[in-house]
């Protein structure tokens, strides 16, 4: 896989983030996780930890190309991950942290490093009044996921009634 060209969770990934920008946070360090992994917890496994950071360290010094660790954000799933303690990187981080991609690391959760203070919300799709709404958040800081996201409903808005949206994470291709 070259580190030149998106693929998997920085081209479309389990997490709905699709074709992500090189240049702009997370600049294309995106790791896939099980659902079973131990850097996730009740809270963040339903929605399989997207948009969660980690720290990623190189610990054995005949692999490393580099002693500083970088952040990379869960933008995808890996059902092919071969036991909880895998995940899968974009070969752009991996390349420039490492000389072997199965070398030895450490990985934790952390706050994101996003620089954005505003967030986005890029709607996606849409059937229409009462059915379903397909969007995804951008520039998203902080740990962990998005608890709650909620819409002014229009012909409720003097009231200033606010509409709780349901989260549903699809996982794989449809």
């Not at 946070?25 to 980690?54: E, F, I, K």
């Not at 420039?96 to 991609?101: G, Q």
């Not at 995804?136 to 808005?157: C, F, H, N, P, W």
Request: aromatic letters at 8%; a positive charge; hydrophobic letters at 35%.
């Amino acid at each position: 896989m070259s580190p030149n060209n998106p693929s998997f969770g920085v081209l479309e990934g389990g997490c709905g983030y699709y074709l992500m920008d090189r240049t702009r946070w997370p600049y294309w360090n995106a790791v896939a996780v099980r659902p079973d992994s131990p850097l996730l917890n009740s809270a963040t496994r339903p929605t399989l930890g997207c948009g969660m950071c980690v720290q990623i360290t190189c610990v054995d010094p005949r692999f490393c190309k580099t002693k500083y660790p970088i952040v990379a954000q869960i933008t995808d799933n890996c059902p092919g991950c071969t036991n909880a303690m895998h995940m899968d990187g974009h070969a752009s981080w991996v390349n420039e942290l490492l000389s072997v991609a199965n070398a030895l690391i450490k990985v934790q959760r952390v706050h994101c490093m996003a620089k954005q203070t505003e967030l986005h919300v890029v709607v996606m799709d849409y059937t229409g009044p009462f059915q379903w709404l397909r969007m995804r958040l951008e520039k998203l800081r902080g740990r962990g996921i998005t608890r709650r996201v909620q819409i002014q409903d229009q012909a409720m808005s003097a009231t200033g009634t606010w509409i709780d949206l349901t989260n549903t994470v699809c996982v794989g291709k449809m």
